[in-house]
């Protein structure tokens, strides 16, 4: 019988994993509507600065100077970041098996994600991750953002674990297989129930 390698580190996405997208086009095509911005507009100047702004390379002010106050507007900076902040919302059921997972396996767990700072920090901070996420390799963070590979190589030097001791949860197919050609297991993250039987067939207690 195979012996199944024990996993002691959980690296984990944010958005689409955890919470909900922090600054997707949903949440773009609302600030549009909600703010009477040309949807359009405003994509292009986002796709063509997002990477930099991820990478934290751009304070948020200096994002939205781009994106959105490049031209005069009859609201405020502080409006728009409230909107932008308030489009994240917990995904509970997953937080809390989260939490009981690293209770359960005395797991060491890492969020390696693309997110901006200041957006970063935000859901971090009201999500309470802090009380379970023992590290942070965040693009904004290490200036590095996924697909490149150099993310996961520098989590793995910062946990000081072999990639095979590692499940990476994830909602992103490429992420996902990037992850997996440094020999990280890696499970393309569907819903709660598919997840946790995955974790259970890498010999992890779920329950």
């Not at 000081?160 to 020999?183: C, K, S, W």
Request: glycine residues 4%; neutral net charge.
């Amino acid at each position: 019988m195979k012996k199944i390698i024990p996993v002691t580190t959980l690296f984990l996405d944010i958005g689409g994993v955890m919470l909900s997208n922090g600054w997707g086009h949903e949440s773009r095509r609302l600030a549009a509507e909600a703010f009477n911005l040309n949807l359009s507009e405003m994509e292009e100047r986002h796709h063509l600065t997002f990477v930099t702004y991820e990478e934290g390379k751009l304070t948020l002010k200096e994002y939205l100077n781009r994106v959105v106050f490049y031209q005069k507007r009859t609201f405020t900076h502080d409006q728009f970041q409230q909107f932008m902040f308030a489009q994240s919302t917990p995904y509970t059921e997953m937080i809390e098996f989260m939490r009981k997972v690293k209770e359960l396996n005395h797991l060491k767990i890492a969020v390696v994600n693309n997110e901006a700072r200041e957006l970063n920090e935000h859901r971090i901070k009201k999500f309470q991750l802090n009380k379970f996420v023992d590290f942070y390799i965040s693009s904004c963070f290490i200036h590095f953002r996924k697909p490149d590979a150099d993310i996961f190589r520098i989590a793995l030097d910062i946990a000081q674990i072999p990639a095979e001791h590692v499940a990476y949860i994830e909602n992103t197919q490429m992420f996902v297989d990037v992850a997996r050609d440094l020999g990280i297991r890696s499970i393309l993250h569907k819903d709660y129930l598919s997840t946790s039987a995955e974790l259970s067939l890498m010999g992890l207690k779920v329950e």
